[in-house]
């Protein structure tokens, strides 16, 4: 089977676009023929090594993927059944999904959803189906649009596009932070109201700032987050689903204790099947074909380490489809 293939020997860290043997798929209930995989940050991450997320070499990335079962020995697949994986350490511990095929077990994968193909699920890939979940978290804590507008940092990356999709046509307002402001037409396409430039919210701010957001879905993290939570509305939810800008949260706690501010964690990784289906429905049956067209830029495999480094760099917007058979 053709795939990349990720090695670190005594020489240093190679990704290549090369023949991998089947035989040395690792063990799994199921095997899929892989139609289409994607490329996410933490795909970026690892074509790039820019960070250690590869734990066992050598390795084939993508954390997602979409195909046909083309072998199982559990129940619960079948040979022909469309199915699509997210997480579950794959591509950081578990060959993955930029490749034809992949063998993993049957509790990671769910079916496909009967209104996606493959192409269009991984469009969505684990991007969209974090946003979804940051979506529906601030829905379980009643958040309604009728509360005020909701802001969505890192819009142009691909959680920040569907989120920006997403909650457009359930009818938020919402309000766009990016980092490039001549994206400020792609963005108010896809539904939002207001575009801001990310300065506004990456430098150091007060811990308690002019209340604004009735909701909020971050990607980025640091002072960002911080100055998120610090302008969310009483009672206000902000999800936190990334880290592009670091990893610390230099905030104090105000906003929790003095307006009820909830700050609730998103993880799309070991998430429980359930909910994953459950996301993956509400994605089916919300987000607009044309919107998802319209982020949506599509590689074959050989593109994709260049593509990684782009992506890295900033200078892709919206979502990466890998067409992994040409």
């Known amino acids: 089977m053709r795939g990349i293939l990720l090695s670190k020997p005594e020489s240093g860290f190679h990704a290549t676009v090369t023949e991998i043997e089947e035989a040395g798929l690792p063990e799994g209930e199921v095997t899929v023929a892989i139609e289409y995989s994607t490329l996410n940050y933490k795909d970026g991450l690892a074509l790039t090594n820019r960070s250690p997320v590869v734990r066992k070499w050598p390795m084939v990335p993508g954390i997602d993927f979409a195909g046909t079962v083309e072998a199982?020995?559990?129940a619960d697949f079948k040979p022909g059944d469309r199915v699509l994986l997210n997480g579950w350490g794959v591509?950081?511990?578990h060959w993955g999904g930029l490749a034809q095929k992949a063998r993993v077990k049957a509790e990671w994968l769910i079916p496909l959803p009967a209104k996606f193909t493959t192409r269009q699920a991984m469009a969505l890939g684990?991007?969209?189906?974090?946003?979804?979940l940051a979506v529906m978290r601030m829905e379980q804590f009643g958040v309604a649009k009728e509360q005020g507008e909701i802001l969505v940092t890192g819009a142009t990356g691909g959680v920040g596009s569907v989120a920006v999709a997403i909650l457009a046509e359930w009818g938020y307002t919402v309000?766009?932070?990016?980092?490039?402001t001549a994206e400020a037409d792609y963005l108010k396409a896809l539904g939002a109201a207001e575009v801001i430039d990310r300065a506004a919210l990456g430098a150091p701010g007060k811990p308690l700032q002019k209340?604004?957001?009735?909701?909020v879905i971050d990607s980025v993290g640091s002072h960002t987050l911080a100055n998120a939570c610090a302008q969310a509305r009483y009672g206000g939810v902000v999800a936190a689903c990334g880290l592009a800008q670091g990893m610390d949260f230099p905030a104090t706690v105000a906003p929790f204790i003095l307006?009820?501010?909830?700050?609730?964690?998103?993880?799309s990784v070991m998430a429980p099947k359930a909910l994953r289906v459950k996301a993956w429905n509400k994605l089916a049956c919300n987000?607009?074909?044309a919107?998802?067209?319209?982020?949506t830029r599509e590689l074959d495999l050989g593109d994709a380490i260049a593509a990684a480094a782009d992506l890295m760099d900033g200078k892709i917007r919206g979502r990466v489809v890998v067409d992994v058979n040409r």
Not at 211 to 215: I, K, L
């Open 126 to 132: 684990t991007a969209g189906y974090t946003a979804m």
């Open 291 to 295: 919107k998802l067209d319209a982020m």
């Open 211 to 215: 209340e604004r957001f009735a909701g």
């Open 259 to 267: 307006r009820g501010v909830t700050l609730a964690g998103i993880d």
């Open 72 to 74: 199982s020995a559990h």
């Open 175 to 180: 309000v766009a932070s990016t980092g490039k």
């Open 287 to 289: 987000i607009v074909p």
């Open 91 to 93: 591509g950081e511990t």
